[in-house]
């Protein structure tokens, strides 16, 4: 077997033995219903979720948002980094702003956005995208570091645009970083719109779990988390595999 | 001495397949014995083993078959005590000065510190880095920043001194100085060198003998010997001798070599 | 760095600060006072804040819980990137692995975490713990992998025992990368502490701003989220220092 292969089966073991784990816990009342239901009983409560369509007007809600929040934070995020990029002096000045970036709880604005932008989609979208521009433009900096000055040297030769040579030689010589940025800015985007439905509670799957706290409703609370994991994990299985694919291709920088 | 300081026997070295490449056989079979404080060069076209061979010799890497014996012992899984390695890459540690650099080795192996002044003092004047002690790698050119890496090889006092293509990131000039620094080196410690270099010239400068190796799966096709005084330098490079060796191994080499090109 | 460069920078930092006090201001007379407080506003309420010991009493409570989560999150992504970054094999396997829990919105584990640490200062730290443990452990794991082979082997030319790699040879060479992760592990820790006690406590500074947010009081809002920032950019500030002093 590949090395690879065994690792994905290795990963795929160190999950189940997790899963199990914690199944065994829950059944044996170590941990009580009141705390959390078994793992099967979660995915169990997910299919009848998904099968009545119960939520799928929240669901499409939440995901609508979620794309909208990681297309702006990324193409945002870039075109900032590419930005401060060419402004040495203003990326002197900023660059120890980023990381404290981190501890501003975002979503605090929420409300301000609300009488911004109105109760609905765009308060959730924008401060979603806050949450993850910043990873975006840190890892834009990086990537455009990276690009060896010969590159640009090339492009000057060839007489490539300023443009062009930041869309034909820049931009995918920097692909690795930016990969990067992109799977940051695509986790901050879920948590920051999924936060923002949770506290704001109008509508999408935030405010579904919200609700079921509430209520005591432990079954549909734990399915709609499992349902977010599984779509989160999916999509870093996506993004992983294609970050391989490149790596492969092109060869670690 | 008769018993030779390190030989191989029908070594062969095979990498497994991973991440959709194939499996690999890279060197072997593979016979050869190296003579206690010999000057032994290795040359071979792009891609043929050398440096999977020095690697073997180190017990950096696991033979895939035969056996690996450095001083009558065999070498497997730990690089054995007495062998000191000068890699191709700069090895230098940047976080630390030249000084620091050259003591790590000593320090880490429990040597006490009056003892690893003593001869880390000793080392950077044999190697001329007596006024860049205290510097930074950044600071310093290609060139001195191998002599750091071999300082801190020679301070451990190896027997066996294995260099794979120490120069190669070099200029021509300071390439040939450092072939001088080299012998001098070797006379001087009475260490057996093994030295890969795709530079003909060098080998043909440097070594007792020379062994020329094949396209990939690398093995040996001829071991030339030089026959040169201990007390040569760069200047041999006038003598008519020094044309004949050269034009035999590239003779040897100039088919391996298109081979290897083919391989890619 | 020599004096005048130190001066251009200082004076940058002017500029930028004036650039974005301007920036803030347009966008208050933009969105209006419901919306947005003004910059001299704001400042004003925060110094309010600072002078009052109501605040200063939360802000213990906040930092206690921080102090705890921060030691907790640091230690332990410093030994779980070090372990994953070390063994090849157990990086690969949890590098998706990590990349996933990274991205689950913590907040909604919120209510799990309740549930098992009930109200108060163990709810908090938890919460500020697994928010700062990801970035740490995630930034330390690829400092490592990315120190250069051919270090890997001197250390083994060096017959250097497993710990003896890591602590003199990869830490040293990683050190940028994995003070970087502590430098972001502090900030989410933070901002984990506070998310914990939005809805775990009824002090703390998490509750002074979720008391803001329900009375919109926009201003106490802002001049809230200012002083975290501000807060924030000064220890980062400080980090910083202490780093290129070390290294």
């Not at chain 1, 089966?9 to 009141?34: D, K, M, N, Q, Y």
């Not at chain 1, 570091?145 to 000057?156: G, I, N």
């Amino acid at each position: 077997m590949t090395r690879e292969a065994s690792t994905r089966w290795l990963r795929v073991a160190v999950i189940g033995a997790a899963v199990a784990a914690l199944e065994f816990l829950c059944r044996a009342g170590i941990v009580t219903r009141l705390t959390m239901i078994p793992p099967s009983e979660m995915a169990a409560a997910l299919y009848q979720i998904l099968a009545d369509g119960r939520f799928f007007a929240d669901m499409r809600f939440t995901a609508q948002n979620t794309a909208a929040a990681m297309a702006l934070s990324i193409v945002t995020g870039f075109g900032l980094g590419a930005l401060v990029h060419a402004l040495p002096r203003l990326r002197r000045v900023l660059e120890p702003l980023f990381s404290a970036y981190y501890a501003v709880p975002t979503f605090v604005l929420y409300p301000l956005m609300i009488v911004a932008f109105g109760i609905g989609a765009t308060s959730l979208i924008v401060v979603g995208a806050m949450f993850g521009v910043i990873a975006m433009v840190v890892n834009t900096l990086i990537g455009l570091d990276r690009v060896p000055a010969s590159f640009a040297k090339t492009a000057r030769v060839m007489r490539l645009g300023g443009l062009r040579t930041m869309l034909l030689v820049q931009l995918p010589a920097a692909l690795p970083s930016l990969l990067t940025g992109i799977k940051l800015a695509v986790a901050y985007s879920v948590i920051g719109v999924i936060a923002g439905e949770f506290i704001l509670a109008t509508a999408g799957v935030g405010k579904r779990i919200a609700f079921a706290y509430n209520d005591f409703d432990t079954r549909t609370m734990y399915a709609l988390l499992l349902l977010i994991i599984g779509t989160v994990m999916v999509l870093n299985a996506f993004l992983h595999h294609w970050e391989q694919r490149l790596h492969r291709r092109w060869g670690r920088a | 001495m008769d018993s030779p300081h390190a030989e191989l026997r029908g070594v062969s070295r095979i990498f497994p397949a991973r991440d959709g490449h194939q499996e690999v056989h890279a060197l072997g079979p593979v016979d050869f014995q190296l003579a206690r404080g010999e000057f032994f060069a290795v040359v071979g076209p792009s891609g043929c083993g050398k440096s999977t061979l020095l690697e073997l010799v180190a017990g950096l890497q696991p033979a895939s078959a035969g056996d690996v014996m450095f001083e009558g012992r065999a070498v497997s899984g730990q690089p054995p005590e007495g062998i000191g390695v000068v890699f191709q890459e700069d090895a230098s540690f940047p976080w630390l000065s030249v000084r620091d650099n050259v003591a790590f080795g000593l320090r880490r192996a429990g040597v006490d510190a009056a003892e690893v002044k003593r001869r880390v003092d000793d080392v950077i004047a044999f190697m001329g880095l007596g006024d860049f002690s205290h510097a930074h790698p950044a600071q310093l050119s290609g060139g001195m920043r191998q002599r750091v890496c071999i300082a801190r090889t020679l301070v451990l006092r190896p027997r066996l001194i294995l260099l794979d293509e120490p120069f190669g990131a070099l200029d021509q000039q300071t390439r040939l100085l450092m072939g001088d620094e080299l012998l001098r080196l070797w006379r001087e410690t009475g260490a057996t060198v093994l030295l890969i270099t795709h530079a003909l010239d060098e080998a043909a400068m440097l070594s007792d003998r020379v062994g020329v190796m094949s396209a990939r799966p690398g093995r040996f096709i001829d071991i030339i010997g030089t026959g040169w005084s201990r007390e040569r330098d760069s200047r041999i490079v006038a003598r008519p001798e020094f044309g004949a060796v050269t034009a035999r191994l590239w003779n040897l080499l100039r088919e391996e070599s298109i081979k290897a090109l083919g391989h890619g | 760095m020599n004096g005048a460069r130190a001066e251009s920078r200082r004076g940058d930092c002017l500029w930028l600060a004036l650039g974005l006090v301007v920036a803030w201001h347009a966008l208050f007379l933009l969105a209006g006072a419901d919306a947005l407080a003004a910059p001299a506003a704001t400042l004003r309420r925060a110094a309010q804040l600072l002078a009052s010991e109501r605040f200063w009493a939360d802000a213990t409570e906040t930092g206690k819980a921080f102090g705890l989560a921060c030691l907790l999150a640091m230690l332990g992504g410093l030994a779980l990137g070090l372990w994953l970054g070390f063994h090849r094999r157990a990086g690969e396997v949890a590098d998706p692995i990590l990349g996933s829990l990274y991205s689950i919105p913590k907040i909604t584990l919120y209510p799990v975490i309740l549930l098992i640490f009930g109200l108060g200062l163990s709810a908090k730290v938890a919460f500020g713990a697994i928010h700062g443990l990801f970035p740490v452990a995630i930034f330390t794991m690829n400092g490592i992998r990315q120190v250069p082979a051919v270090h890997l082997k001197t250390a083994r030319m060096f017959n250097l025992s497993p710990w003896a790699t890591v602590s003199t040879v990869l830490m040293p060479c990683a050190a940028a990368e994995i003070a970087a992760g502590l430098r972001i592990g502090f900030s989410t820790t933070l901002l984990g502490t506070l998310i914990g006690e939005l809805f775990a406590s009824s002090s703390g500074v998490g509750f002074i701003l979720i008391r803001a947010m329900d009375t919109h009081e926009v201003v106490d809002i802002m001049a809230l989220t200012f002083l975290l920032f501000a807060f924030a950019a000064a220890a980062n500030a400080v980090l910083h220092a202490l780093e290129r002093r070390l290294g």
